[in-house]
């Protein structure tokens, strides 16, 4: 009878707390799914506090226009969108190009010159992306473009090994020996720096020819040392290519000669790093260019140096960001205008197509070396083939995809 007595009670027991269980699970979904939201009533400061937070409203910064990224979409962030490169916020660019042009090249008149391997032509293209014909001459599957400063010329390098020189203003075509390699153009374009590679040792060498092909002279022989022979006509003249040829104080320190028209040395600069690369500054007196630096896990290093042969490289400049003189171009003899990629990698000093982040564009004032980073573009990406417009106004580059598009600088 006891035992009954017990069953019954712990059956009892049992049923209560079953039905407190689901009383309680009850309880916890009409709170969390029927029970409405209390309502909030903000104020009018409080509303436009929560719009500036929110990015929401004119992101133009009351212009008017619409923002546009690489991609051709219009800016969305959580911050507005800035429309002049000048404080290192996103900023807005305008995609000229929706295919991938090669070499882009101030001309004379402003308009930024171009070949498309698309079809084959040259053409020109202004701010407002206008495209004009360069040329009516065709060179389809061009496997190597150079155009000349101010885009009065260029070289057309093919697959079967044949050269031809185009003459944009003359529109005469020159055919160039297929030994020939290296091409750098005078700054006014009417001579041509390059390297004639005979299969023998003994018929390597330097020579500058005329573009209308009236003339070719040999600098130096090569020998066994062109591939240490950089081509690289400067804006002067003076000097024809850079060759690596001369003393190694230690492991990663060399001496670079500066090569003249006759085929002797102007000037050295000594280089602490592999994978030497330069350019020009535009009154041609100076360079800047970048190294693997092996004291920093072969990272990019940028220098600024002296070229003068007088000189003998007297300045050297180490400059702070971290990127390749590829990504840089000179707006004028003391600024320069670098894309420095916001993640860079061990062991990438020796190839930039190793880094695939994104760019932030620094402006570097000369010659303190001052390096301040004025923005990047809206829709990230990295920045290649940088040139500036005449009035200092735009600056072009091409994308990961080697299409063209502008950012605005002032």
Known sequence: MIESMSDRIKILFRLALFLCVAVLIGIALYFAFLRKAPSVTTTPEE?????NLTGS???????GETPTSADGTTGTGALPISQIAEGGAATATLLLTNTEIVSPTMTRDGTLAYYDPADGHFYTINSHGDVTLLSQA??????????ANNATAAVIEFPDGSNVVYDFISAKQTTLPSHWEDFSFSED???IATKSIGNDASNRSLVITATDGSHTDVIAALGE???KVDVNLSPSGNVVAFSATGYTQSFDQNQLYLIGQTGDAVGSVTVVGANFSAIWSPDGTNILYSVSDASNNYRPSLWYTDSRGDRHGGIRLHLGPETWVEKCTFASASTIYCAVPRIVADGSGDNHSLVTSPDTLYQIDLPSGKATPLGYAAAETAMFNLTVSENGNTLYFQDASGRLLSMKLH
Do not use: H, K, L, Y
Not at 47 to 51: G, P
Not at 57 to 63: I, K
């Open 138 to 147: 065709r060179f389809p599957n061009a496997e190597n473009v150079t155009i």
């Open 47 to 51: 509303q436009e506090t929560a719009s």
């Open 189 to 191: 374009g009417s001579e």
């Open 225 to 227: 040392n062109d591939d």
């Open 57 to 63: 409203g004119d992101a133009t910064g009351g212009t």
